[in-house]
């Protein structure tokens, strides 16, 4: 091969070479979800790329993406409760970068949103929070804590970026915090047990002072009864009598009595269902009830 041939293969595979760099300087992607910032020597686009294929400067314009899908980022928290304890937070943070806001975040914040925007108002917020509760508070309300922690860092974030949710994980406190708040509620506990048994028995006691009442009201009304009507014994004895001729027969001091052995013999020899016989006219003048 003559030097000539030679000089113009290397010239012609020179010129493919700036050709696929020119072409490939030339052209982006951006992937989805996310939007691309565009950046032309020094000076930002206020308009964010969409995502897709497209041209751009070669050598002098960059599009950076910045995503703008939900993400989740991991952190801890070291605070101290209104009463001085050391409070412990793991917790989980889930925001999205609204697409309006993808050029002014690119702007105004070095690095990735989270380390650089989030997560210190989120460590702002929690801390403030926590200082207004008790360490047994704060293990008891975590979602009273989540709740107010996720209204501050909305206010602290602005509309850069939504803060979607705060999921608190775990809380954990010093071995002797968490043993002196476990014998407070087992005294609690405890507490609670014995009023529930004065409570039960004050009612109880209730109950029979009222059950007496009732029967003394109604040992009053009978004898009240008994004393308006006398002939409401002769009464009570008739419709209790089981058609056994009483220990006592007879008026005076002749009365006839009879031992209490053959009275139950009596009794057990009465057919079982049999009809109660009826007392004899010339008896019933005379019979009264037995004497104990």
């Known amino acids: 091969m003559s030097p000539q041939n030679l000089a113009r293969l290397i010239g012609v595979a020179i010129l493919i070479f700036v050709v696929l760099i020119v072409a490939s300087s030339g052209t982006y992607i951006v992937q989805p979800g996310f939007r691309g910032v565009e950046v032309t020597m020094g000076r930002v686009s206020p308009l964010p790329k969409r995502d897709g294929f497209g041209f751009r400067a070669p050598f002098v314009t960059t599009v950076h993406p910045v995503s703008i899908r939900q993400q989740t980022a991991q952190d801890k928290a070291e605070c101290f409760s209104s009463d001085l304890q050391q409070v412990n937070i793991e917790l989980r943070v889930l925001f999205r970068i609204p697409e309006a806001a993808v050029v002014k975040l690119f702007q105004e914040f070095h690095g990735e949103p989270f380390a650089s925007l989030i997560e210190p108002r989120v460590q702002e917020a929690l801390k403030e929070v926590t200082a207004t509760q008790s360490a047994e508070l704060i293990v008891k309300g975590r979602d009273l804590i989540k709740s107010r922690a996720l209204e501050l860092v909305r206010k602290k974030v602005g509309p850069l970026v939504e803060i979607e949710d705060i999921v608190i ?69 008739v419709e209790k009598w089981d058609g056994l001729v009483p220990l006592v027969i007879g008026g005076g001091g002749d009365g006839l009595v009879l031992p209490l052995s053959d009275l139950e013999r009596l009794r057990n020899q009465k057919p079982h269902g049999s009809p109660t016989p009826q007392t004899p006219p010339a008896l019933q003048r005379n019979i009264k009830p037995a004497r104990p």
């Open 169 to 237: 994980q775990n809380i954990t406190l010093t071995r002797e915090l968490e043993r002196a708040i476990e014998a407070k509620m087992i005294q609690e506990q405890e507490a609670q047990r014995s009023k529930f048994v004065q409570t039960r028995a004050q009612i109880e006691a209730d109950t029979a002072v009222i059950k007496a009442g009732g029967e003394a009201e109604s040992i009053r009304i009978r004898g009240l009864a008994l004393r308006e009507n006398p002939a409401y014994l002769d009464l009570q004895v």
